[in-house]
């Protein structure tokens, strides 16, 4: 079975600094790794994704993350937040393979100061 | 491209009444899944399809079914509602399993 794990419920940064959100994940098999984020009373739209091939994956709004086999971590970073970037993220597991079930992280939430 | 279509979009239930909610999908994807979200606890799935007229439970699969006569839908029956099935609810389709899941934009179920 697999597990995600996204420490603390909520971070906050003040505009222009660096984010940086948390994920660590178990899984019996080679893992797919992929970031959600939900703006409020919306849906879950797509950031990026790790698949097996770089590392270093970028998504979209100047996001990214980096698979860490030895750490079992997918940390999700930005160089500089925008006003834009509050919403709450998730961080999800899926084991490659037929049957693969999608397996959210409780999700963390990212407030912008001013 | 209508992507994942969820309806309705909100929905007031009295306990022990039933109810369906439907999903549809256009991408002719193998994989839907519901999912429930409740604050401080993320995504949870309740079932999930990989194709017609396979089902399997996930991880909250109690007071729910689903069957998946085509590939396009995956409807939801809540068999007689309670409170604790206040939530948000949202369906989801995807490709090979490489592949993030789309999303629908949810239904808000309250149970009074």
């Known amino acids: 079975a697999q597990s995600v794990t996204q420490l603390g419920s909520h971070v906050s940064v003040s505009e222009g600094a660096l984010v940086l959100l948390r994920c660590n994940y178990s899984?019996?098999?080679?893992?797919?790794l992929f970031w959600y984020v939900q703006y409020p009373n919306q849906g879950l739209q797509l950031l990026l994704k790790?698949?097996?091939?770089?590392?270093l994956v970028k998504g979209i709004n100047g996001f990214e993350a980096e698979f860490k086999k030895s750490e079992t971590s997918f940390h999700l970073t930005k160089p500089s937040a925008h006003m834009r970037d509050a919403a709450e993220y998730f961080c999800?597991?899926?084991?490659?393979?037929?049957?693969?079930?999608?397996?959210f992280g409780k999700g963390i939430t990212l407030s912008v100061r001013p | 491209n209508a992507g994942v279509t969820q309806t309705p979009k909100f929905q007031v239930l009295k306990t022990g009444q039933s109810m369906t909610l439907q999903c549809a999908q256009d991408?002719?994807?193998?994989?839907m899944s519901w999912y429930r979200q409740d604050p401080g606890m993320g995504l949870r799935l309740i079932h999930y399809?990989?194709?017609?007229?396979?089902?399997d439970q996930g991880e909250v699969p109690n007071g729910y079914n689903v069957s998946r006569s085509t590939t396009e839908d995956f409807p939801l029956r809540l068999l007689s509602a309670a409170p604790s099935q206040t939530s948000v609810y949202f369906c989801?389709?995807?490709?090979?399993?490489?592949?993030?899941?789309?999303f629908g934009s949810g239904t808000r179920l309250t149970v009074v």
């Open positions: 989801a389709s995807s490709g090979q399993s490489f592949y993030g899941y789309t």
């Open positions: 899984s019996s098999v080679p893992p797919y």
């Open positions: 790790y698949t097996s091939a770089a590392t």
């Open positions: 999800a597991v899926r084991p490659g393979g037929a049957n693969s079930k999608l397996t």
């Open positions: 991408m002719n994807h193998e994989y």
């Open positions: 399809s990989v194709g017609a007229g396979i089902t």
